[in-house]
């Protein structure tokens, strides 16, 4: 295999450019003579010097999905040893695969539980036992207004004996209860004085 840029060499392992940057600068692969890269030497490298537990979600998705690169057509015994040494090196320690496996699954959900903690800061999302809380007071709230109507007008409608008259009493009180309902208050958890009561 010819030699080939670094940014070639990237996608050929399946990882980022700077992590290809960050394997030279730390001696994990070397640079030939014309400051180009060898693949097979540095395919070599790479399998002995790198730890693919330590690899990036960004570098994981990237190796998943990386199409295989063309490989030229003159050398193809030295580009299928390259492949197979490094999907050999893969198959060779079952262990090891298992463990990425689960330090991935891990990190998965360490990401989830930190996105849930950004969103609450943000107050974008509330905790299951607040929203039921919530809902439990709106409810119980909306739930006195309706029924301390009756209270009010009982002795009206008694002596009121036009329908459409007592009709429209009833609308005005319903929708009067319903609109005094600050759902802004109980959002801001204040004191909500006789919502408890009866």
């Known amino acids: 295999m010819s030699e080939m840029s670094q940014r070639q060499f990237a996608a050929l392992v399946g990882v980022t450019h700077r992590a290809v940057q960050k394997a030279i600068e730390t001696g994990r692969i070397t640079l030939n003579t014309n400051g180009k890269i060898d693949p097979s030497t540095a395919l070599e490298q790479w ?3 790198t730890d693919e537990s330590r690899r990036s979600f960004t570098d994981l998705s990237r190796a998943a999905t990386a199409p295989m690169p063309l490989i030229p057509a003159n050398e193809p015994d030295s580009a299928d040893a390259d492949v197979e040494s ?11 695969a298992a463990y990425r496996a689960s330090r991935a699954a891990r990190e998965q959900l360490r990401f989830q539980r930190e996105q849930i903690e950004l969103d609450q800061l943000r107050g974008s999302i509330i905790e299951l036992a607040e929203a ?6 709106a409810l119980r709230i909306v739930r006195d207004a309706v029924l301390n109507i009756p209270v009010r007008v009982k002795d009206i409608v008694a002596a009121e ?15 009067a209860a319903l609109n005094a309902i600050d759902l802004a208050a109980i959002m801001r958890d204040e004191d909500l004085g006789d919502s408890d009561g009866g």
Not at 132 to 137: E, V
Not at 162 to 174: C, M, V
């Open 86 to 96: 490094l999907a050999g090196a893969k198959e060779e320690d079952p262990s090891l």
């Open 47 to 49: 399998r002995k010097n």
């Open 132 to 137: 039921q809380r919530l809902g439990y007071t």
């Open 161 to 175: 004996t036009d329908s459409t008259r007592i009709e429209r009493l009833l609308y005005g009180e319903l929708t």
